[in-house]
């Protein structure tokens, strides 16, 4: 084990805290968790281990095996094979964020591909190298705003239509924020408000104002007047994107989002059980030098031949230390690599195309759930791959149910919205087929009549 | 090292011009040399703030390192220089000219009688770079 202290050091640090030895530092955790005795099995052969691991595995249902209509933040695309293939590539497989970034070109070039695609998505001037999942990315919006505005603006709206967990790890970001104030997603706030609804809590001390594109119930609005209104306050306007929906939808950029977040896993990154997935953070270039994470720019050397280099990221790390407004300064590069194959894949046009593909099929799916005697689609506002189904009986039970004809059913909104008992939000992509819809609609009839 | 007699300078290296009861405020030739090529500057006040005497004003950026700037005297923001934004440089060409940073309202000159006079801040910055 490499320990890079030595035992004076060790010494010398627990003195000049007070602290009388290393275990002390954990007589916070009770004394019978400390060092528990472990009953663990007798050791098994590579052989035993393998087969006992293989049998576990096949325990699992995944997206593979059954007919997916869960979303809710992640989702089920068809990921081309070149993707997986380039990214094994030993020099991306291996490479971690680029901290030696003169020799790490080809790494930097994907990065800068990857950011000239996202700005071009999001209709925004700059993107950064990409952050860790959605939820990261949108505090990381709430953390610029702040210092945006030194601290001076100390109120932020969230919309509750925002994805419920990017605005929890957006509190937890903001912890630590003297004075700061989170409001528009109360208990009791009507979960499916419009935009003008948001209009009221906006005043000179908002910072930041945060909507989701489509919204976690899949709708879609035109944000342009809730732009205009946070601007006139003087406030951000931070949008959370699916990066799918803006194969086909209007851009943020262009109903006037300062920032635009969003998870990128729909762009060719597996499901996998909730991550590594990849956060999106783009903005307009007058917040450039604001923005936390790494930037790739591309120049020219000596010589005039073309370069990338990490642009303005030293400032950070290096240069600006104890007064950085984030110190965020790592990236998910694998991943923002994969989403930038399968972007390039696909093209502008195929991105519309997988985008369309979803769209008529969940509104082909909407449409006969919505015929079936007992539920009924309850959002009523355009929607893009996913919809809010009002059911019978609980959800809970319906995706048993499901579960035995081989159908992953949709995402219990009651474990997030106490108003929302008894709603499904479904979710349907390019992979599911038509076959797929017709008996997820027979199963929910046959559901409802029990 | 240029040091303009008019000026009044502290010992972090800002000048302050007084005109009336409006100071204006700035870094010294000695500091932009210091700090080399500025890549940026954020002024952190707007027009109209309060500041108390030695609170940050303003954070210069250059490829070597961020260097806070404090005014030496309290008073009411008239003005900040905006145009800084876009011409960071001008710190290096001209810092006592174009690259003023803000312009404050003062009430009280008398914060001024304890900074040096040029000829007491050349001999500050000499011992210093010995």
Redesign the interface.
């Known amino acids: 084990m490499f320990v890079p202290h030595t035992d004076t050091e060790r010494e010398q640090m627990l003195r000049s805290i007070g602290v009388g030895s290393v275990e002390k530092l954990f007589d916070a955790v009770p004394s019978k968790y400390r060092f528990p005795k472990l009953d663990l099995p007798q050791a098994l052969t590579e052989m035993e281990a393998m087969q006992q691991l293989t049998d576990l595995s096949l325990a699992n249902e995944s997206a593979r095996d059954l007919a997916c209509f869960l979303g809710a933040g992640a989702y089920n695309h068809y990921i081309p094979a070149a993707v997986d293939s380039i990214i094994r590539r030993g020099e991306f497989l291996t490479a971690y964020t680029p901290y030696q970034p003169e020799v790490s070109q080809g790494t930097l070039q994907a990065i800068f591909e990857y950011q000239s695609l996202i700005t071009n998505l999001t209709g925004m001037d700059v993107s950064n190298a990409s952050h860790y999942d959605g939820a990261t990315a949108t505090a990381e919006a709430a953390v610029m705003a702040y210092h945006n505005f030194r601290g001076r603006r100390q109120k932020f709206v969230l919309s509750p239509t925002v994805n419920p967990q990017y605005r929890e790890t957006l509190r937890t970001y903001l912890q630590g924020y003297e004075g700061i104030e989170v409001v528009g997603d109360e208990k009791d706030a009507d979960p499916f408000l419009r935009p003008e609804d948001l209009f009221s809590l906006i005043d000179q001390n908002t910072a930041l104002v945060v909507v989701q594109y489509p919204d976690f119930f899949g709708r879609i609005f035109d944000y342009t007047a809730l732009a205009q209104k946070v601007h006139e306050a003087g406030a951000l306007f931070a949008v959370a994107v699916n990066p799918m929906a803006l194969g086909l939808f209007k851009t943020p950029g262009e109903f006037g989002a300062d920032i635009v977040v969003g998870e990128g896993q729909p762009l060719g990154i597996p499901m996998s059980f909730g991550g590594p997935y990849l956060g999106i953070f783009a903005t307009r270039s007058e917040f450039v030098r604001k923005i936390s994470g790494r930037l790739v720019g591309e120049t020219v050397d000596g010589n005039g031949r073309r370069g990338y280099v990490l642009t303005l990221t030293a400032r950070e790390q290096h240069i600006r230390r104890e007064r950085a407004t984030s110190n965020i300064c790592t990236n998910q590069g694998l991943i923002a690599l994969a989403s930038t194959v399968y972007m390039s894949l696909l093209g502008k046009n195929g991105l519309r195309e997988v985008a369309e593909l979803c769209y008529h099929k969940a509104h082909y799916a909407a449409e006969k759930i919505g015929a079936i005697p007992g539920y009924s689609l309850c959002a009523n506002a355009p929607f893009f791959h996913e919809f809010l189904v009002c059911c019978p009986i609980p959800v809970e039970e319906i995706n048993l149910h499901l579960l035995d004809h081989g159908i992953l059913g949709g995402y219990d909104l009651g474990k997030d919205y106490p108003s929302l008992k008894n709603h499904m939000l479904i979710a349907v992509t390019e992979m599911n087929t038509k076959e797929d819809i017709d008996m997820l609609c027979e199963v929910l009839e046959e559901v409802s009549h029990e | 090292m240029n040091t303009p007699a008019n000026l009044k300078y502290t010992q972090s290296d800002e000048w302050v011009q007084l005109d009336g009861n409006i100071a204006t405020i700035g870094i010294t030739d000695y500091a932009q040399e210091q700090l080399s090529d500025i890549v940026?500057v954020?002024i952190?006040v707007a027009s109209g703030d309060d500041v108390k005497k030695n609170s940050l004003v303003a954070?210069l950026?250059?490829?070597?390192?961020?260097a806070?700037v404090n005014t030496p005297v309290s008073g009411t923001v008239l003005e900040v220089n905006e145009e800084l934004g876009n011409t960071p440089e001008a710190v290096n060409s001209d810092p006592y000219g174009k690259a003023w940073l803000v312009k404050l309202e003062i009430k009280d000159p008398s914060e001024l009688n304890s900074l040096m006079d040029a000829s007491a801040y050349e001999s500050y910055c000499s011992n210093r770079s010995h």
């Open positions: 940026y954020e952190t954070t950026e250059s490829v070597k390192a961020a806070d």
